[in-house]
């Protein structure tokens, strides 16, 4: 089984590789009594504090295995690759390359390949409603320190 090597760390980072992105089908996801095949968390690989991420590969005609929703995490899906339906609260909508989709904590959500190719997904998980003023991307939070190294 793939697993995801660490590059780097330090006292204020780390860095990770999931391998070149056509190798996350090799991936295979531990749920319960079942496997999910072509899925990868990397968060705690990355130690992250705030959020989780995952990849997902799904062959042509597989969906998600089921609908879920989160107590308290909000989702943003990226699809990278590929073109399915998204499924939310009953909605099914076309996905494609270049889509991405935010579901709040309560929505039940699922994903189904639609295409002829393999389809590639970036989900980022995160507390929703806890992001505020100080984390704004106007830069009210950035602290700009001293000048790059290269």
């Not at 749920?31 to 504090?49: C, H, R, S």
């Not at 996905?95 to 991405?100: D, H, Y």
Request: hydrophobic residues 35%; negative net charge; charged residues 25%.
């Amino acid at each position: 089984m793939k697993t995801v090597e660490t590059i780097q760390s330090g006292k204020n980072f780390t860095a990770v590789n999931v391998g070149k992105l056509s190798e996350i089908k090799d991936y295979v996801l531990p749920f319960g009594d079942i496997e999910i095949p072509g899925k990868v968390f990397v968060g705690q690989a990355l130690q992250a504090t705030g959020s989780e991420l995952s990849f997902q590969t799904l062959v042509p005609g597989q969906d998600s295995g089921f609908l879920h929703s989160h107590k308290t995490h909000e989702e943003l899906y990226f699809i990278l690759r590929g073109q399915g339906e998204y499924q939310v609260d009953g909605e099914v909508f076309p996905v494609t390359e270049g889509s991405i989709v935010r579901v709040a904590p309560e929505g039940k959500r699922a994903l189904k390949n639609t295409g002829n190719d393999e389809m590639l997904m970036l989900c980022i998980q995160y507390r929703a409603n806890s992001f505020g003023k100080d984390d704004s991307p106007a830069g009210d939070g950035v602290i700009l320190n001293e000048e790059l190294k290269w």
